[in-house]
Each structure stands twice: as C-alpha cells, then as structure tokens.
C-alpha cells in the first residue's frame, strides 16, 4: 500500500507538475466481512480545529496540504466511528476506520471549498474543481470563468462573438494553456480554443499567475492555465446533461465510462451543440450571436496498476465546428464572395491524440519517470466578407520528465528534455506563408521545502529552435510563512514567443482595416519574437472572524516586454504590426476578499487595478479595451442536504468595469466616430439550481440580467463593403440578456 500512496504523489507530479507542494498522504481503510482490507471512498480528512481538509477518492486514498500549526487530522465518514490521528510524517500508510455498533449521533462535516488558494504551494495558485463550473451555464472552457475573479473574460469583436480571456492586463496568447500539462490552446486554435474543451469533461482547473515552471516550456508570460479531464476509473459511471438558451442555443453532453477488471477504465465522451436563432435585437442588421454546430468526441483509456508501478492514459478527440455570421439577409449557399450582403464561415475540423506513461520505482519510491506525447491536426478554412483566412497547423509534443530527490524528500528536482514540432500553412486572401518551428530544449527545477519558513523553486530551460534561435528561460518562485496561516509569495521569469498575428487577431477581418506588417527580417511574418520578464509579489491571511475562515490576499504583478509585436489599429484604415521600440509594460493590482457570512453563504470580492502601456509608432498610448479596473463580487448560499441529497443552490455573481480607452477614430467621417473612452458599466449573471437526489438536478439561469448592450458596435453597418466598415470596437455585450435552463443526470 506504500507504493499505492506514493503513486498518488508522482500522478499529482505529472499531472500537475508545474506545483511543488508539501503533502501528506494516506490511505483510509476498513476491513470486510472476509477479513480482507478495502478503501474508504469519500471520508472526511481535515485538520483539527480547522476547516482545512479533503476527502478521500475511490480507492480510499488521500493527500492534504501540510500546516506548520495543525499537528493532528480527523479522519471521520458516516457509518464509522472518528479518529484523530498526529502528523509525524510525510506518508501515514493505511488508516483503518471501524463500523459504529449503534449510530446514535449526528456527524457534522465541512467540505473543501470549491475554489481553492494554498497556504503551502510555493507558486501563486488557484485551483478550481468541477463544483465550481456548476455555478454557471459553463458549456465550455471559456464560461467556466464567469465566478472566477482570477480571470477576465471579454467578447473579442461584434460579429465573431468569441470569448476572449485576459490575465494581468494582457490577452491570451501572453497565457500558457495547458490540458493536464500538456501544450492545448496555442496557434491555429488560439481565438477559438477555449469553445472547444466542453465544460463537462473539466474535473478541475489550476490558474498560476506569473510565469510558470520550466517544465511545461519557455512561452509563458502573464499566467499558465492547466485543465484536469475527468478520468474514467474515478469519473461517474454515467453522465448526462442537456441546456437550452431563450436564444435558440442547445447543448448536449455525455459521459460514459466502463472498468475492464481493476486497473483499466474507459470512457466515451460525447458534446454537441447548436445554435440556430437569428438574433438582432439592435437592428444593425448584423447577427447579435453566431450561427452555428459542434460536434465534439472524445474516448479516453485509464491504466493504473500501484503494485507494478505503471500509470497511463490515452486519449482520442475529434472535433467538427461551424461558425456563420454576418447580416441577417445573408444567404449562405448564394451570397459567398459577393457584395450583395456582408457574411462569414468558419469550419474547423481538429483532431488531437496524447499520451501519458508514469513509472514509480518499487524499491525507490521517491524516483519516478514520466512521458507525455500528443498529436494534432487543426484545419480552419474560413472567409470574412471578400477576404479570405485559412490555416492548417499540426503540432507534435512529447516531453520526458525524471523526479528525485537529494539525500531527502526537503530537496527534489525534476530534470527532462522535450521536443516540439509545428508547421503552419495560413492562405491571407491571396498571399500563402508557411512556417516550420522545431524545437529541442532541456530543463532542470529544484525544490526546496521547509515546512517551517522558506520555501522556493528554482528552474532552468536551454532551448534550441530554429525560429528563435538558442536561449536560456529562467523561473524562480518564493514561498515564505510569515506567521500562522498567512504566506508571502514572490517570482520572477522570463518568457519568450514568436507571434501568429493573424490566427491571434481573426476578428480584424471583419472590418475595412488594410493590413500592414513593418518587417524587421525576423522570422515570423518578418517580425521577430516576443520577450519579456513577469515580477510578482502576493501575500495571502487567513484568520477566524466570529468563527468563520476569511481569506485575504493582495498581489501585485508587472509584465516588462523586452520585445513585443506591436496590433496598432490607432489607423481607423489600418491594423498595422510592427516590433516594439521603446517601452511596453503591464501593472496588475489585485485584492480579494473570501468568507463565509454564515454557515453556507459565501462571498467573495475581489478588486482589480491595471495600468497597461505601450510605445506605439507615434506616441505612448494606454492598451486599448482595458478596463481600468474591475470588482467583482460573488455570493452562493446552499440549503442542508436532505434525503437523497436533495437540497437548493443560489449563486449571484456581479462585475463592475471601469472605462476602457477606444481606439482614435478621429479621422472617420462624423457619424462613424466614437468618444475616446467607453462609459463604465455592470453586469450581473444568476443561477438557481434545484438538486432532487444524488442522480438527477435542474437549473435555471440569467446572464446580463440587467441588459446592458453597447451601442453601435458595429461601424457603418450599413455599407459593410465601404471603407468604414468596423467590427472590432467592442468594450461590452452585443447580446441582451440571455435566460436558460437545464439538468444533469448522473449515475
């Protein structure tokens, strides 16, 4: 069983390896009518006089953050009887629990929260499970951030729709995403990505803010995204949920997992979507939502065998998206390439196949390798108007990783070399540009642990490519205990990237904008990379106040660009791109605030400040679209389960957006022109969830309850082929209030 805990701790470090932490592990057992030892599924582990806990998976197993304080843990399930067990070591090994003989009295738990910020990890972490997505409509990745104050989500143009992201002030090709650590959104599917993940299939997201480790490569600049999958010998062994929107928008998602004897598992996930209602509520005659369908497969294999030592997952995804836009009288089939009225298409077929194999030596349990390989084929073939952008990206990933120690479990390293292999092929109306990147890089990242005060990690990449030449990434992060349950966290880094500036910026060919690339002989449409150093500070307490855990943390980050590729469309005729000269950074300030108002109800509030600022061709200008600030405010409130688990849940969730500095549209004629700065604004999104047992809920939801809509959000609509035309101006909604309701049902 010792090899079984400590496979837990290697699965944790491939799958999350970009987080050194100090854990305790275990497993809870009890003992059947044959004699014989089996886990413990779902029994409560925290420590004691604290609301700091977990429970235990399937297998009975469990790990937990270690505190400095808190000396013994609680060990309790209902059926058994508790126990309070001291903390002496790092591995506890098998914790027996025994039946009650008469239950004659009530147990009482607390669950872990939802959304999660450690006291013990070295870097700056929150960790979202799949309880938290339930807290909105989240049918993809991109709307699980709604009741998150981490991240910013925003709506990229008016005609597109997509949902963009945002991290420290800038966009999201500045962010690092990553599918259980492996490369995911990047290239060809950077605008468009994040509606391809299914917010059914996520089991938990890890949102690190600065530059991350090493490990999971050099392009990390704002923030690295990780999203965990559902795995199938953990996962439901059936699950099905159905939505619909008052704007004729229907998702459909399923998951179905089989275990073939008692280490292999498999599951057959299903998504599908359509969105089919011609909405035009401001009359511009322009569609307020695309049209559109996906259908999204995936089957994934689970092998874990902790006797042996060997883990592994395989895993299969296919994707077929169809996007449609445009005026409303646009048709289809006859009006493609004409200028009779303005439309758009998108068709994106995708496939990605990966891999992951794990080995923990028997005899060496604190030594283990790991190897991560995956494929995939992305095609994009598209038009906007009369122009035209295709593009077709495959990539091929593998990175080799090797965990140990230095005389003892306070000092570990882990050492690997990967190799990248991407081609791009983009048709930009009548011009082709193709461009291979290789690379081969090696890394190396110790940690040192000290479970009484400082703690830090230290990383080093070497990197050859062909593209970006030959470099060194640095990453440090620090990790100090202050006093009792409060920690101080800084880091610094580098981060390097070569810029796809049209697969990055889609929505500026929905507009008149001529492009212009100022060429520097660099290799990235004649651009040269990106580079830029990330330096960040935080500080998180957490205290009693009238007996309830509030949380508090402030933080504060600066982006420096070395390099950058300047998008100016300060030129209402032009989206120009052109290397930095001069200065271009971004401060970030964030204040959150978390507690438990009474049992149950819970509040968050955050506050954000940015100041983002880049030298441009003609003069230093604040980054266009940023709000100056945000606050954000969060409640949820759930009723006691009753039989069968039956209960209610209320979530309410409120943003408040400074004004954002618009692009100069000076020189348009007088009705095509905007104020400088947008008015600032709220929104405010609800849901109501009805939980009738442990199998089957409904829930019922409204997003921009309050209905706000930009006005004109789309320049001289009425001549979408003149020179005015422009689409990409948007600081908020297009669309007005939406209403859904839906259910889940699990077995």
């Not at 259980?180 to 949102?207: C, H, K, T, Y």
């Not at 409303?328 to 009225?341: E, I, P, Q, R, V």
């Not at 933080?555 to 000269?581: A, C, G, M």
Request: aromatic share 14%; proline share 4%; glycine share 8%.
């Amino acid at each position: 069983m010792e090899i079984r805990s400590l496979l837990l701790l290697f699965l944790l470090a491939l799958g999350t390896s970009s987080q050194a932490q100090i854990q305790v592990i275990g497993k809870v057992i009890e003992f059947n009518e044959k004699g014989k030892t089996i886990g413990v599924p779902d029994a409560n582990i925290y420590w004691l006089s604290s609301t700091l806990g977990t429970v235990t998976d399937s297998l009975g197993n469990f790990k937990i953050p270690y505190h400095n304080t808190l000396r013994k843990l609680v060990i309790s399930s209902v059926g058994y009887r508790p126990d309070t067990i001291p903390v002496n070591r790092p591995n506890l090994g098998n914790i027996v629990l025994y039946t009650r003989v008469v239950l004659d009295e009530v147990v009482v738990e607390k669950e872990v929260a939802s959304l999660q910020k450690s006291l013990f990890k070295i870097q700056n972490v929150v960790s979202v499970d799949s309880r938290e997505m339930l807290k909105a409509a989240c049918c993809n990745l991109s709307e699980s951030f709604e009741t998150n104050p981490t991240v910013d989500v925003n709506i990229s143009d008016a005609v597109l729709g997509a949902k963009q992201i945002q991290m420290l002030g800038l966009n999201s090709p500045y962010l690092l995403f990553t599918q259980e650590n492996m490369p995911s959104i990047r290239g060809a599917s950077q605008v468009f990505g994040l509606s391809f993940i299914p917010g059914s299939w996520i089991d938990g997201i890890q949102i690190t803010k600065g530059a991350g480790t090493v490990i999971n490569g050099y392009e990390s600049i704002s923030g690295h995204i990780n999203s965990e999958l559902v795995k199938p010998l953990s996962d439901k062994t059936f699950f099905l949920n159905l939505y619909s929107n008052n704007y004729e928008r229907y998702e459909f998602n399923s998951r179905l997992n089989q275990t073939i004897g008692d280490n292999l598992g498999v599951g057959m996930y299903m998504h599908a979507n359509l969105r089919d209602g011609i909405i035009d509520a401001n009359g511009d005659s322009f569609l307020d939502t695309p049209l559109g369908h996906q259908v999204n497969f995936m089957n994934r294999w689970q092998y874990m065998n902790p006797q042996s030592g060997w883990v592994s997952f395989a895993t299969i995804q296919y994707l077929s998206d169809t996007k449609k836009m445009g005026q409303t009288d646009f048709d289809f089939k006859t009006d493609k390439f004409s200028n009779t009225n303005w439309g758009s298409e998108i068709n994106t077929s995708r496939m990605d196949i990966s891999a992951k194999v794990g080995y923990v030596l028997p005899d060496l349990p604190y030594e283990s390798y790991g190897l991560q390989l995956a494929y995939t084929s992305h095609n994009q073939d598209s038009y906007y108007g009369l122009s035209i952008y295709d593009i077709q990206h495959d990539s091929f990933y593998t990175n080799f990783i090797f965990n140990s120690i230095i005389g003892s479990t306070q000092h570990k390293f882990k050492t690997g070399i990967n190799f990248n292999y991407d081609t791009f092929s983009e048709l930009v109306n009548s011009t082709m540009f193709h461009r291979d990147d290789k690379l081969i890089g090696t890394f190396f990242e110790y940690t040192y642990d000290n479970l009484e005060g400082l703690s830090f990690e230290a990383g080093l990449r070497a990197d050859s490519h062909n593209n970006l030449g030959n470099f060194l990434t640095p990453r440090f992060h620090l990790r100090y205990g202050l006093w009792d349950k409060a920690s101080l966290r800084a880091s610094f880094g580098r981060g390097k990237r070569g810029a796809n500036i049209f697969a990055e910026n889609q929505q500026f060919f929905a507009s008149s904008r001529q492009i212009a690339i100022s060429e520097r002989g660099g290799n990235y449409y004649g651009l040269n990379p990106e580079k830029a150093w990330n330096y960040g500070i935080s500080f998180i307490q957490k205290l009693y106040l009238w007996n309830r855990v509030l949380d508090f943390s402030i933080d504060f980050y600066r982006t420096h660009f070395k390099d950058q590729v300047i998008v100016d469309w300060e030129n209402p005729r032009l989206i120009s791109f052109y290397n930095l000269e001069g200065t271009s950074y971004s401060n970030s300030l964030q204040l959150d605030l978390n507690y438990e108002i009474f049992k149950d109800l819970q509040l968050r509030a955050t506050y954000k400040y940015f100041h983002v600022v880049s030298d441009y061709a003609t003069e230093s200008l604040e980054k266009p679209l940023q709000p100056s600030f945000r606050i954000f405010l969060n409640t949820s409130y759930e009723t006691p389960k009753r039989n069968e688990g039956s209960q209610w849940r209320f979530d309410l969730t409120g943003n408040w957006l400074g004004r954002q500095r618009l692009p100069d549209t000076s020189t348009n004629p007088q009705q095509f022109r905007l104020p400088s700065h947008s008015p600032a604004y709220g929104l405010i999104n609800a849901q109501v969830t009805k939980v009738f047992s442990n199998t089957f809920e409904m829930y019922v939801g409204g997003e921009n309850i309050g209905n706000f809509t930009q006005e004109r959000p789309i320049l001289s609509n009425a001549a979408p082929f003149g020179s005015y035309f422009d689409s990409t101006i948007v600081y908020g909604p297009v669309l007005e209030s939406a209403y859904y309701v839906g259910f889940r049902y699990k077995i």
